[in-house]
């Protein structure tokens, strides 16, 4: 009985609904989702075709030569770098696009990691309730009133130093744990409402099972679209931590490092390329994930969207 | 009539919430003495598992104290943020405070407890 | 409720002095649970104090009269009580290395009126902008104006503070060369350490736009707000952006709510029934979240200053963390913390303001 009604609880739900439609016409989100994917592919493509070894180590001394601009603009013949190079003469070109795979991989971590340590804390506090529940969320609560960004300073201030990138992921799944747990509580607190469930518990069924069989799948929903916008914040916050020294190691294409070595390098002597393109990856990935959040977001709540006149 | 009420009322006053923290300190007691004995076998220095467990001690009591002060200072924010929001909790600033309180005992009796231990030992 | 009254309203004294004693003295146990968190985290952070201020070469016996020095050979709950006492009295000792000697006191008192103006140009910026944007957006609800609003709201979030700060730089000042590209006043200038108020002398802020005007010294004024400028555009891009997203969907729920409706149907002009009804309760929850979203604004001053090589708070704290500088960090982690509560401690009085349901 229990599948059948799984089926169409879920899949079911999501053909019928006007989710997906509402989605696929709203424009902005569209835009966002080819952002989406064009980054991935370029980001795939870099990790296939590049050696992070190459991109990490300096080329000073080689034939290219250093802060050289992007080839297109010099009228010496000298380089053929797309975006030039920088102060290590290392193709930014290169790095660039090495650099979506790193932006992506490690915001999927994060928010891979957060996701599903606030999905599992929320469903439970919602299931269990009570002291439980208090003790969860009140946590979530206070870590959620902390500024963002200086909380992940102030971790990042006592994990060791050789974890590099890694002491910022912690961090920042620390960081966002709690939003997670607590759309993750409020859906499921709706979906604990429905009679149904009652009905799988007088039934027999075991808590685990009512916990990932029935709860889990219909709060995917809020949880999607709170990743994505997460998505975003995830791959700024992270570059900020590299730009503030705290992440990326030394000589890793990161963009946020790449950003700090530009503003280092670059700026007095008007080198902008240094930081342009980089920041430029940045700014569009984010953009893509921020479009695509909101599009979601007005897709499943259509009172946003109804006109006022 | 007032006046013959109140020192019971007091007294109850002062009761739940010496409860509330006190049960979080036996926890705390036993998971600091548990904690600290414990992390010293393991590592088999006691100063730093002194510094260690302890540091977690007050850690886990000014996080509840900061919770506690603010569940009282932003209770007001956070229900109207969640209300914007649109997450359905039914978040009350009595829940939130009491949870703290019970966290800012634990953590109160953790670093007692690892004291009293290191003191022993 | 007209306009007059709603200002008459801001100046009455509505909230009861208890509500403002109540609160602020909330400001101590937070103070002793930041104090607490901070004990903790130097205690579990990696890294010997001793082997900071000795450095690497130091011999054991040196190292070991450090320790003794700082206090790390007494019982650790005799440490915790000395630290929260210290921290009661804002006083964390002297800087490991990044102001070597000095206290930090006094390198916070140095720097923080630095953050604190940076803070307060984005902030307006981003109320006096966002507030109307996002009113605009969403009465316009799916206008081209809307579209354009969020679409720029948008991107303004999603551009990052050290990219667009560095971008700015090298157009405006490297290139065109109409901005400082850093510092806070032009080299040649110097400011005296006090003012006279009726002849007598008092200290001056700090907050160096501030400070020219309370000196008259019009030149300098002008060179300070130069130098503030660029990075006052990039943390108010910020706090726009943020703004008028809150304040255009709070907006939105609000016009969507049947007294509205009412009072428009009773054929009440569109623009007065949204001043009236819609803008005072569109705002209850943006101010909530004003206050919470400072600090955002002190994380982005944090990337600003250290893009503009402004020494505020910011940079400080990052120089901290980076050479565990550890008072310097105690000492600002728990500035943040108390300023954070203070701003909130404000929005929460203007809320009752605005809403006087809510005073206890």
């Not at chain 3, 104090?49 to 709950?77: C, F, H, M, T, Y």
């Not at chain 3, 004024?221 to 952006?241: C, D, E, K, R, W």
């Amino acid at each position: 009985m229990s599948t059948d009604t799984e089926t169409r609880g879920t899949l079911g739900r999501l053909r019928a609904s006007p989710f997906l439609a509402d989605l696929l016409t709203n424009r902005l989100a569209v835009v966002g989702l080819t952002i989406i994917f064009s980054m991935a592919a370029v980001a795939i493509y870099a990790r296939v075709t590049y050696d992070l070894g190459a991109l990490a180590s300096s080329q000073l001394g080689t034939e290219v030569a250093d802060r050289s601009p992007p080839g297109w603009l010099g009228s010496a013949a000298a380089n053929q770098q797309l975006f030039g190079t920088d102060a290590a003469a290392r193709d930014i070109y290169k790095r660039c696009l090495y650099g979506a795979w790193l932006a992506l991989k490690f915001g999927t971590i994060t928010v891979g990691l957060s996701t599903t340590v606030g999905v599992g804390l929320g469903i439970i506090a919602a299931y269990y309730g009570d002291v439980t529940d208090n003790v969860i969320m009140r946590t979530m609560d206070v870590l959620l009133a902390f500024p963002p960004l200086l909380l992940a300073l102030a971790l990042v201030a006592i994990f060791p130093r050789d974890l590099g990138l890694w002491r910022a992921v912690v961090a920042l799944v620390l960081v966002y744990t709690p939003r997670f747990a607590r759309v993750v509580r409020g859906a499921a607190l709706k979906v604990l409402e429905d009679e149904y469930v009652d009905a799988t518990v007088a039934l027999g069924a075991t808590d685990p099972r009512v916990l990932i069989r029935h709860i889990l799948p219909n709060t995917l929903a809020p949880i999607t679209v709170q990743s994505t916008l997460n998505f975003g914040l995830a791959i700024i916050d992270l570059a900020a931590l590299s730009f503030l020294g705290f992440g990326a190691q030394a000589g890793t294409p990161s963009w946020g490092l790449m950003l700090s070595r530009g503003v280092e390098n670059g700026l007095l002597t008007g080198e902008w390329w240094l930081s342009f393109f980089p920041g430029l990856f940045l700014a569009i990935t984010v953009l893509g994930f921020n479009l695509l959040g909101d599009g979601m977001r007005d897709a499943l709540d259509p009172r946003m969207r109804e006109a006022v006149d | 009539m007032t006046q013959r009420g109140e020192p019971p009322r007091l007294r109850q006053y002062v009761a739940a919430r010496a409860r509330l923290v006190g049960s979080g300190l036996v926890v705390g007691l036993l998971l600091g003495g548990l904690g600290m004995a414990g992390w010293t076998l393991y590592t088999g220095d006691a100063r730093s598992s002194e510094a260690t467990v302890f540091a977690l001690g007050a850690l886990v009591f000014g996080f509840g104290l900061l919770g506690w002060s603010g569940s009282i200072l932003a209770g007001r924010g956070i229900e109207a943020m969640q209300e914007h929001m649109d997450t359905r909790s039914n978040w009350t600033e009595r829940d939130s405070r009491r949870a703290m309180a019970r966290l800012c005992g634990s953590g109160g009796g953790i670093m007692i407890g690892t004291s009293v231990v290191a003191a022993l030992l | 409720m007209n306009w007059t009254q709603f200002l008459f309203r801001l100046i009455e004294p509505v909230v009861p002095p208890r509500f403002v004693i109540k609160r602020l003295l909330l400001l101590i146990p937070v103070l002793f649970g930041v104090a607490s968190v901070v004990f903790a985290i130097l205690h579990l952070a990696p890294g010997d104090p001793a082997i900071i201020i000795a450095g690497q070469r130091a011999s054991a016996e040196q190292l070991e009269q450090i320790r003794v020095e700082l206090g790390l050979r007494r019982p650790l709950w005799e440490q915790y009580l000395s630290f929260l006492w210290d921290a009661a009295r804002f006083d964390f000792g002297q800087s490991y290395s990044i102001s070597r000697g000095n206290s930090v006191r006094s390198v916070i008192s140095d720097r923080l009126p630095i953050t604190l103006e940076l803070a307060i140009y984005g902030q307006a910026a981003g109320i006096l902008l966002g507030l109307p944007l996002g009113i605009i957006s969403a009465v316009k609800q799916d206008s081209l104006t809307d579209h354009v609003t969020r679409i720029g709201a948008l991107t303004g979030i999603s551009v990052p503070i050290f990219w667009s700060g560095p971008l700015l730089i090298l157009l405006f000042s490297t290139y065109l060369d109409v901005f400082p590209t850093s510092g806070r006043i032009a080299s040649t200038l110097f400011l005296p350490d006090t003012w006279t108020l009726f002849g007598r002398e008092l200290p001056l802020t700090g907050m160096i736009t501030v400070d020219t005007i309370l000196l008259g010294n019009t030149e300098a004024f002008l060179s300070a707000a130069h130098h503030l400028f660029l990075p006052a555009v990039v943390i108010g891009v910020y706090s726009t952006a943020l703004i008028s997203r809150m304040m255009r969907s709070s907006m939105l729920e609000v016009i969507r709510q049947d007294y509205i409706r009412t009072a428009r149907a009773k054929g009440q002009g569109a623009k007065i029934t949204l001043m009236k009804h819609g803008f005072r309760n569109a705002l209850i929850p943006v101010v909530t979240v004003i206050g919470i979203q400072f600090g955002t604004l002190l994380g982005g001053a944090v990337l600003t200053e250290t893009v503009f090589g402004i020494n505020g708070m910011g940079l400080t704290i990052v120089t901290a963390i980076g050479v565990s500088d550890y008072p310097v960090v105690q000492g600002t982690v728990l500035t943040f913390a108390l300023l954070f509560t203070l701003v909130n401690l404000f929005v929460d009085v203007t809320y009752s303001y605005l809403d006087p349901r809510i005073q206890q």
